[in-house]
C-alpha cells in the first residue's frame, strides 16, 4: 500500500467510524492540547513529505493550508516520501515511513 493509499485508509476509518477526520494541526494550542490527553506513543498525522518539482514539501493530505509546524530538529526527513507523526511526550512531529504501525488521531 503506497503513503498516500496509507493516510487515504486512515482518513477514510476516520470519517466511516468516528463521523471526523484524520487529524491536522494548525496551531500551537491544538498541539498543547493533544499533549495533555494523549498517551505516550507516537501518532499518526495527515502530513506528508514528498519531493515535488525537485524541492522536498510537507503538505496536509485534505489539502488545508499549511501554516503551522513543530518537527524536532532534523526533520522531516527529506530522502523518501514519509508520513508524520506527531508525539505526545515532547508535542514535535517525525517523519516516519507510511508502512510503520502507530495509533493515529481522529479529529471532529
Given amino acids: 500500500m503506497g503513503t498516500a493509499s496509507v493516510i487515504c485508509a486512515l482518513q477514510?476509518?476516520?470519517?466511516?467510524?468516528?463521523?471526523?477526520?484524520?487529524?491536522?494541526?494548525?496551531?500551537?494550542?491544538?498541539?498543547?492540547?493533544?499533549?495533555t490527553a494523549a498517551t505516550y506513543t507516537y501518532l499518526w498525522i495527515r502530513a506528508v513529505t514528498s519531493c515535488k518539482g525537485g524541492s522536498w514539501k510537507t503538505s496536509w493530505q485534505d489539502l488545508s493550508s499549511w501554516n503551522y509546524a513543530n518537527w524536532a530538529s532534523r526533520q522531516p526527513c527529506q530522502w523518501y516520501r514519509t508520513c508524520t507523526v506527531f508525539n505526545p511526550?515532547?508535542?514535535?512531529?517525525?517523519?516516519?515511513?507510511?508502512?510503520?504501525?502507530h495509533l493515529f488521531l481522529c479529529q471532529h
Avoid at 511526550?89 to 504501525?101: E, P, T, V
Wanted: proline share 0%; glycine share 6%; net charge positive.
Fill in 12 to 35: 477514510t476509518y476516520c470519517q466511516d467510524i468516528y463521523k471526523g477526520q484524520l487529524a491536522s494541526l494548525h496551531i500551537t494550542a491544538t498541539s498543547e492540547l493533544l499533549r
Fill in 89 to 101: 511526550k515532547d508535542g514535535l512531529w517525525r517523519s516516519r515511513a507510511c508502512f510503520l504501525l
